[in-house]
């Protein structure tokens, strides 16, 4: 939701409206839910969403690729079940965020305005993060300098939602049921320096086109290296 404060009189915290999206000085919000009792699941104060909290999300993202789970169950639970240890119990992920602000950020986060016509008319299967993994392809390649030696692969992203039409079933390999990434990587480190997400057979999938767009894209095509 969008808002903007109002200061009235001598109150010391403000008070949100509702704005519209194009005002100057409009925040994002995000509702908190709380559990009652009863297991009913029911709204409760609005949260201001800052960099900070930003920061933190992707952190905990990050840690829960580096410990390997995607449930965040996993990485707030303290209790064993079963007798056996279950939760994670990472003091700083659960010490930084509550479990439910993760998830509301998880649920509420998007990178594009879905209102505009633009976006609308936009027929790109990755439309709502492509500006994201621009930014990422750019982000890697400034950070690191490639050897002499790189290479070209795939990679799958385990997924088997019903709502992605470009989900590739690959018998052949470990994660049958998953997104196709084409990676651009140094040979010696494995760091990714280019990523391109494969949506279907609108998309040039040869191995020619799929190299030429990634060396292309850090600036490695034709460059003379040696490569």
Known sequence: QWVKPIHYGNAKKPTYIPCGRNDPARVKRFRRTKKLKGGAVV???????????????????????????RNPDHIWASESKGGKGYGAQVAWIRNSMTRQAFLDHRRFLHFEDTSTPAHKQDTDPLKK????????????????????????????????SRYCNFVQYMPAKPIKHGIKQFVLCCA???????????TGSQQDGSPTGVIERLLRDCDVHGSGYGR
């Open 43 to 69: 709204p409760d104060e609005w949260v201001d969403v800052s960099p900070n909290s930003l920061l933190v999300f992707f952190g905990i993202l990050v840690a829960m690729a580096t410990l390997r789970t």
């Open 188 to 198: 010696y480190t494995s760091y990714v320096t280019q990523f391109e997400v494969y």
């Open 129 to 160: 993060v492509r500006r994201l993994i621009d930014h990422l392809n750019k982000a890697f390649a400034a950070n690191w300098t490639l050897g002499q030696f790189i290479v070209v692969d795939e990679a799958m992203i385990a997924c088997k």
